[in-house]
């Protein structure tokens, strides 16, 4: 197997530190240009985003989410998205929680404003998608949910989905990461939010 | 246990048609009001979304596929996220296919339009987010790429992913029945989409 990952962006790194939060070492290739993905990487996969897991029977497997249920279910300890059905459930909703709000919400700003996305403000190929100047005021009204929503509930859990380690930790911390190279730091305010960011941070894995 | 949902939805319906799928019956409760919801379900849980499952301890499960996630666990039969590793992620890639690029597109299409959502294009309550006229062509292009992926993996695939009806055609399903309210029916081109459709369509589960 091969996963194509392209290191800046968010989604390769959701896949890279369940990785390592596992001690998987799987064969990579960064197929980034740039800004973009490499025409040869675009061609191949239809879908044209990153990452992607192809197997050796070329089987393609995409979006991030779905690569880490692919190496929890091979790999499952330790268990990144819950074992009981509650905490499945739970671990699966804070995980959209953070991407539909947290991940999305940078994006929104970031792709609407950067100027090499001026015309590609979704991940796409072959389309001209131009920005859409009022998505940044609707991606700063996601993000600043997204604080509100996980500083109260880091201020009564360890972790995001509660006393362990999860994906949507994960999810959550990609989100921070992303935040701080498109300069959108958690605000101060936030102080459980800043608690769980230093802590999670700290892990090995956060170097991924 | 209790399940909130909102019959016209298309998000409460992808659990309904989850749970007539394996042939589960939970206590249901609808918590819509004209275009709206209610103001009491709104107060007592934050997200203001639907569906939401509580538990009898409080417990709030949100997120129509956590929900989902937690009936597969506690009844595994008919499997309708994958069992092998290899079914669960194609399973979930495809579900998030037909969610980020379907369902998606016809709400940034529906939600940017119509006078109901003139305030609230994105599910919101307590805050005004104002309609994005230019959302709506994005929404279209969404749209008509999850009508093209999709009919190609269904020229190849009795299902959508692959040979068994999954919770990616539940999401899929969901997707042109909201199509359909909002007048944006499949396009005749798209045959294999069309035949999928009407399979998926005759069994008794669509009823919800």
């Known amino acids: ?81 819950g074992t009981t059905a509650l905490e499945v459930a ?24 950067h100027p090499e996305f001026k015309d590609r403000s979704l991940p796409v190929y072959g389309a001209r998608l131009p920005q859409i100047p009022a998505l940044v005021e609707r991606g700063q ?5 997204f604080y509100e929503l996980f500083d109260a509930q880091l201020g009564a859990n360890e972790f995001v989905a509660g006393k362990r380690y999860t994906v949507a930790d994960i999810t959550a911390l990609c989100t921070i990461g992303f935040a701080h190279f498109a300069k959108l730091d958690i605000p101060a305010e936030y102080t459980n939010f800043q608690r769980w960011y230093r802590d999670v941070s700290s892990r090995p894995s956060a170097a991924a």
Chains 1, 2 share one sequence.
């Open 90 to 113: 739970v671990v699966d909703m804070w995980e959209r929680r953070a991407y539909e709000l947290g991940l999305t919400g940078v994006a929104e700003i970031f792709r609407n404003t």
């Open 1 to 81: 197997m091969r996963l194509y990952e392209w290191k800046p962006a968010p989604n390769p790194r959701r896949v890279l530190i369940f990785l390592a939060e596992k001690g998987v070492t799987v064969p990579m290739e960064n197929v980034g240009q740039g800004f973009a993905l490499r025409p040869d990487y675009v061609q191949r996969y239809v879908p044209a985003t990153v990452p992607m897991l192809e197997l050796d029977d070329g089987t393609q497997i995409g979006e991030a989410m779905a690569i880490c249920r692919y190496f929890e279910a091979l790999y499952p300890e330790p268990p990144l998205m």
């Open 141 to 145: 009204w996601r993000l600043r949910r």
